[in-house]
């Protein structure tokens, strides 16, 4: 291949957005050299090798929006330890596809289960598989409404959470809220409804709801939009922290400590 005709097929890749193949041309020529593929095959080799490190980096900037607070994959959730779990719901959420029918999704347990492991493997489960997702804390998400109903920007806010696919709203339930931060929840829920999924983690059975959002008809109403169309997870096991405790032979240490204090 002449130099002349070399340029004109970097530029081409260059401004086809091919910058991958662009980078690695001289590299594939090689192997296509030494391997005597036939077009098809090298044709194939290449559009592949363009289409993977598209994916890789739509799939990294998914996941740094998404502003998860730590790497969690499903590979990494000790099903064992949990059996309560339902593996062959996590596997068909894992494909994305409620995302199409806006579903819901509610993961509750006591703290220390794995829920938040969960929600966000299958958060970046849903960004492999090509949708938007914002992870937030209850809390995080409350106290940014409260402050955009106070500067007078929260219709903006809502808009925001309302934009992702789907919406992650780790430990709800962990404290109660006031009245007011309720009713901006409910909010965000009727915006959300029918329009975006919201996968929400609790250690609160929906029972408590009343007592979280401090009405229980505001409660009714929030739970009314979250199950019409919902897919609910429930783990009933020990603590992961716990059981490494027990392991480092800390619960023991502690006990005995509390004791002497005593």
Do not use: C
């Not at 363009?50 to 790497?71: C, N, Y």
């Not at 914002?134 to 219709?155: D, N, R, V």
């Not at 929030?222 to 480092?248: C, F, N, P, V």
């Amino acid at each position: 291949m002449s130099e002349l005709v070399r340029a004109r097929v970097e530029d081409h890749l260059v401004r086809l957005r091919m910058g991958h193949v662009a980078q690695r041309i001289d590299a594939m020529l090689s192997e296509a050299a030494r391997g005597e593929p036939t077009y098809l095959d090298f044709l194939d080799g290449l559009l592949r090798e363009e289409v993977d490190s598209k994916q890789r980096k739509r799939v990294q900037m998914g996941l740094t929006i998404a502003h998860f607070p730590q790497a969690r994959t499903l590979e990494d959730f000790d099903f064992r330890f949990q059996p309560s779990v339902d593996q062959r719901l996590v596997k068909e959420l894992s494909t994305g596809r409620f995302i199409a029918l806006s579903d819901n999704v509610l993961i509750f347990g006591p703290p220390g289960v794995g829920k938040t492991h969960l929600a966000i493997a299958l958060g970046r489960a849903v960004v492999e598989a090509g949708h938007t997702v914002l992870f937030t804390s209850a809390t995080a998400m409350i106290a940014g409404l409260s402050k955009a109903e106070t500067e007078g920007k929260l219709g903006e806010q809502l808009t925001f959470l309302a934009k992702p696919k789907l919406l992650i709203v780790d430990e709800l339930g962990y404290l109660p809220f006031e009245r007011r931060s309720a009713h901006l929840f409910f909010q965000l829920v009727a915006r959300r409804y029918e329009r975006g999924s919201i996968l929400i983690t609790t250690n609160q059975s929906v029972s408590q709801w009343g007592t979280v959002f401090g009405d229980d008809v505001l409660a009714a109403a929030i739970l009314d939009r979250l199950l019409h169309h919902s897919h609910t997870l429930t783990i009933q096991g020990e603590s992961y922290r716990l059981r490494q405790k027990k392991r480092a032979g800390l619960l023991g240490r502690e006990a005995k400590a509390q004791e002497t204090e005593a």
